[in-house]
């Protein structure tokens, strides 16, 4: 069974959080003024369970979702995430389960996210300066830490492992050659994303936005690259390869070069809730239905309706009116 939205987009790729927590306060995410120590995050009640994700996922890849990822907040610091990734990996339709994380616990649980059977490991690095590090994170960990856990997942066999770099004018685009080097050295795939307006929260600024076609001419000052073939359905980076053969390099132009008409992808918020876009001010509460007793068949019904009923176009639209509409908070869907 295939899904199609309003602009015959169909949904094929599910990115489930399964913490709105995170230990590090980034920023662009979760700024430490609006998000202290004493933030008052969801409790274990609130959020879904184990065999509460088990059965959406089995729901969703009857309606065509073969990719499923997992994030956060940081998916790492959930209890027994191996666990959940065991269940989820045994699910018939599932095909690519693959996780988002800072790092910061991966050295720890590299080895048994890998024999529970996560296919991918994309891992947040902005920089690799250790006072830069704590400063962007604002959390007392060593960027060593997060270096560490990027080795050990490469011993595990995650390789290549995609880094993803969000770059900000004046923050960090002045590390964009030494990141490109470190991923090039290390043989895993850098993405840069340009800064976003996600959430209402991070402050955001277009002067801030450091535009894909920047990077890439920067990077190709001092690299021969060579275009890869264009991106097949619901993948979102422009990808690049090293003529002489150091892997390849990938940019998210989300703000510049919208990439809305090609996007396959639903959210399911650790409260479970079901979003269509990722600039959404709202979602469709399945966890309500899930424990009221609503069968399979009731749940499908409801995602069914709220995907074909998608006009979700954001980065297209993006205006100063736009940019003022309420908007879910990254930490919620994991980007």
């Known amino acids: 069974m295939e899904l199609v939205d309003t602009f015959s987009r169909p949904l094929r790729a599910l990115r489930i959080s399964v913490t709105d927590r995170c230990n590090f306060r980034c920023p662009y995410c979760m700024p430490r003024e609006v998000f202290p120590a004493d933030y008052p995050f969801l409790d274990r009640k609130d959020i879904l369970d184990f065999e509460e994700i088990e059965r959406l996922v089995g729901i969703f890849t009857g309606l065509g979702v073969g990719k499923v990822r997992l994030t956060g907040g940081e998916p790492l610091l ?3 995430l191996p666990d ?9 339709g599932v095909e690519d389960l693959a996780l988002t994380t800072n790092g910061s616990l991966l050295q720890e649980l590299a080895e048994p996210l890998k024999a529970a059977g996560l296919g991918r490991i994309t891992v947040s690095l902005d ?21 560490g856990g990027i080795d050990a997942a490469s011993r595990e066999g995650f390789g290549p492992i995609k880094l993803n770099c ?43 936005v450091v535009p894909a076609n920047e990077v890439v001419a920067r990077l190709s000052a001092k690299w021969k690259l060579e275009p890869l073939p264009a991106p097949i359905q619901g993948r979102v980076a422009e990808r690049w390869r090293y003529a002489d053969g150091g892997g390849e390099i990938g940019v998210i132009a989300s703000v510049t070069q919208p990439f809305c008409g090609g996007c396959d992808r639903a959210r399911l918020s650790s409260e479970g809730a079901l979003y269509t876009c990722l600039f959404s001010g709202g979602g469709l509460d399945l ?15 409801l995602a069914t309706r709220a995907w074909t009923r998608r006009a979700d176009r954001y980065s297209e639209l993006r205006t100063t009116c736009t940019e003022a509409l309420p908007r879910v908070e990254m930490f919620h869907i994991g980007g």
Not at 84 to 92: C, D, T, W, Y
Not at 133 to 146: Q, S, T, V
Not at 287 to 301: E, F, P, V, Y
Request: positive net charge; aromatic residues 6%; hydrophobic residues 45%.
């Open 127 to 147: 920089t690799l300066d250790p006072a830069k590090f704590k400063r962007l994170c604002d959390a007392e960990l060593p960027i060593a830490k997060i270096l």
């Open 78 to 80: 959930r209890k027994g």
């Open 166 to 208: 969000v770059l900000q004018r004046g923050v960090n685009d002045d590390e964009l050659l030494e990141l490109a080097e470190f991923a090039r050295e290390g043989g895993h795939i850098l993405r840069f994303i340009e800064f976003m307006d996600v959430g209402t929260r991070n402050g955001w600024k277009v002067d801030a």
């Open 287 to 301: 966890k309500t239905s899930l424990r009221n007793g609503a069968s399979d068949a009731d749940i499908q019904a």
């Open 84 to 92: 959940l990734v065991a269940r989820l990996a045994r699910i018939p």
